[in-house]
């Protein structure tokens, strides 16, 4: 297509764009933004843990705070002198018995009722038949007789970190579990707390006050705790009976899994998993569990955090890929338009950018390359033409050496026919001399047919200068057999001779001779063979300094010194050598030899090449 589609130019620009940015602005924004919230979560997930957890030991302390004082409570009571007395004396009468129920017995259980507030019930549990029960605060039980009650202490949990003796604290039960005895409430769940009253003659257990905590006012603590994320606090006694739970449908896992540790323990009720937080409870032998979801402490609204974070990043993203396509796009098309018709032919096309850029850079040198490439089609078409005019002159002027050699043929006939040997063995190395140069579209030409061109030269400069030059050609023993195989440029050693015939013997006209030396040699590498041509004469000569300085202007870039005149086709030494350049390049070699009054002599080097035409 002439044109590129501009919806695809818009993708493709927009895809780029997009994709940089993503990868430049939007990925690493985003990763910054979740790890960033993830160490907001974390961090507030570790706060809100260390919250709760200051929480689960407040709530230890306040039921610690309870029970101890319940278990301050039944020690006294215990270990008081009169209530031990009331119960070792032997009953003297009824009516001393009732006035001590009345005036001491009651009196001091409720005034302990009446100091501890946590205490829904006191009861002074014996097992003499003689008293009676009383106002269900002193209770007569068989199972001091039959040893039941040392059985149900034992079966409850014994706690000796009390000052004034061991107090036993019995699991979640029902209020009227002991023998004989029912209970105010009945089903009401309570915790009971016995303190043993032992006789002071005999050391025997004869009675026991028992203090009754609600589960409700147990509990109380931890429901008082603020749970807003799904979170489960129960209160477990030590026989896996649940006091206190604020999911009744959570199945709490048994006691001996649990462990008091800031780690905390993976718990999975249903799909939803949880880390569990453990507190004992030294004094009852009860656990606080605290669940805490594993998605908790805001987790989730740091995750729309992320996501509108995300979202804003990406729209931010593609407004600023927007803003960067409109900045340049414009100024793309612009040198897109311009290549398009370049494309059609018209290499005066312009893209015109005034950004200040790398697409004014490229504008610029767009600009360059097609005025260049429009020159050069204009030299291009130049030299067509030129080419064109040269090939018909070279067929014009073909014509009229064509008709000179056939009137010198008619006259070499002529002066045979006149018995003329001299005047028809002139004309006839004049006819080989022209044929020789009319045949120009043969650019090489083999070492025997050059050296016969000189020869033929030679010959007619003798027969004008009555036999002035001596020519002598030296051929080495390898190279006399391999004249016909080996090629030269065409007029490489005619002009060299002439050179010399014009200047050398200016001032000479005696003992002139020209001496031809060819022989074959090695390059510099010694890895190629190399022709050496080398053509002396005993003239003039010139000083070494004058020599040297025309080799350097005959190998110059300038037009330098042409020795001959340029009645002959234009060729001269500079002609020579770079023609040898453009054909041989590096691998030849025109050298320059020569002193005053001695001669002079140029050597030419060129590569040994076999049977080139052209």
Not at 42 to 57: G, I, Q
Request: proline share 2%; net charge negative; aromatic share 8%.
């Amino acid at each position: 297509m002439s044109r590129i589609k501009k919806g695809k130019w818009k993708s493709s620009i927009a895809t780029k764009l997009v994709g940089t940015i993503l990868l430049t602005i939007y990925i690493p924004t985003f990763i910054c933004i979740y790890f960033v919230a993830q160490f907001l979560m974390h961090y507030e997930k570790e706060n809100y843990v260390r919250a709760m957890d200051s929480s689960l030991v407040q709530v230890r302390a306040s039921i610690e705070e309870r029970f101890q004082l319940c278990q301050q409570t039944a020690s006294i009571l215990a270990h008081d002198s009169a209530i031990t007395s009331f119960l070792e004396t032997p009953i003297i009468s009824e009516a001393r018995m009732v006035q001590d129920t009345l005036q001491t017995m009651i009196p001091k259980t409720n005034n302990a009722r009446l100091m501890n507030k946590y205490v829904s019930s006191i009861r002074l549990i014996h097992g003499d038949q003689d008293i009676v029960n009383a106002y269900n605060i002193i209770i007569y039980s068989d199972g001091f007789r039959n040893g039941d009650w040392k059985k149900r202490l034992a079966a409850c949990y014994a706690d000796i970190s009390t000052s004034l003796g061991r107090v036993y604290v019995s699991s979640l039960e029902d209020e009227n579990v002991y023998y004989q005895v029912t209970g105010t409430t009945p089903n009401e769940k309570v915790i009971h707390i016995y303190s043993p009253i032992y006789s002071t003659a005999r050391n025997n257990l004869i009675g026991v006050v028992e203090l009754s905590m609600e589960d409700e006012i147990l509990a109380e603590p931890c429901s008082n705790i603020t749970l807003k994320n799904g979170e489960i606090i129960q209160l477990i006694d030590y026989k896996n009976n649940v006091i206190f739970s604020s999911a009744s449908e959570f199945l709490a896992p048994n006691t001996q899994e649990y462990s008091e540790s800031n780690t905390p323990r993976l718990v999975t009720r249903g799909n939803i998993g949880y880390h569990a937080y453990y507190k004992h409870i030294d004094g009852i032998n009860s656990w606080i569990a605290l669940y805490i979801p594993q998605n908790v402490s805001g987790s989730n609204n740091y995750i729309f955090v992320i996501v509108a974070m995300s979202s804003i990043s990406f729209l931010i993203s593609i407004l600023i890929c927007l803003a960067i396509y409109k900045l340049f796009s414009s100024n793309i098309q612009i040198l897109t338009n311009a290549i398009n018709r370049v494309k059609t032919g018209d290499l005066n096309a312009k893209a015109i950018v005034k950004s200040g850029d790398e697409i004014q850079y490229l504008a610029e040198h767009f600009n360059d390359m097609t005025s260049r490439i429009n020159i050069l089609m204009q030299n291009i078409k130049t030299a067509n033409e030129t080419e064109r005019e040269a090939i018909y002159k070279s067929l014009e002027i073909q014509m009229k050496p064509h008709f000179l050699c056939n009137a010198l043929d008619f006259i070499r006939m002529s002066a045979e026919l006149q018995n003329n040997t001299t005047i028809s063995e002139s004309i006839q190395l004049i006819m080989n001399y022209f044929n020789y140069n009319m045949n120009r579209r043969q650019h090489f030409v083999t070492l025997r047919d050059e050296l016969a061109n000189v020869k033929d030269f030679i010959s007619i400069y003798n027969i004008i200068n009555h036999d002035k030059i001596e020519c002598t050609i030296d051929i080495s023993a390898d190279m006399a057999e391999s004249l016909d195989n080996y090629t030269i440029i065409k007029y490489m050693l005619q002009p060299i001779v002439e050179n010399a015939l014009k200047h050398a013997f200016r001032n000479k006209n005696e003992d002139c001779s020209i001496n031809v030396e060819i022989s074959k040699t090695l390059n510099e590498d010694g890895t190629d063979d190399m022709i050496s041509i080398g053509i002396e004469d005993n003239g003039e000569g010139m000083e070494p300094d004058a020599c040297t300085a025309l080799a350097d202007s005959i190998k110059g870039d300038s037009a330098g010194i042409v020795i001959v005149d340029k009645s002959h086709n234009g060729v001269g030494l500079q002609n020579i050598y770079h023609r040898m350049r453009l054909v041989y390049m590096e691998k030849c070699d025109l050298r320059f030899e020569s002193y005053p009054n001695v001669g002079t002599k140029v050597t030419v080097v060129i590569p040994a090449y076999r049977d080139k035409t052209g």
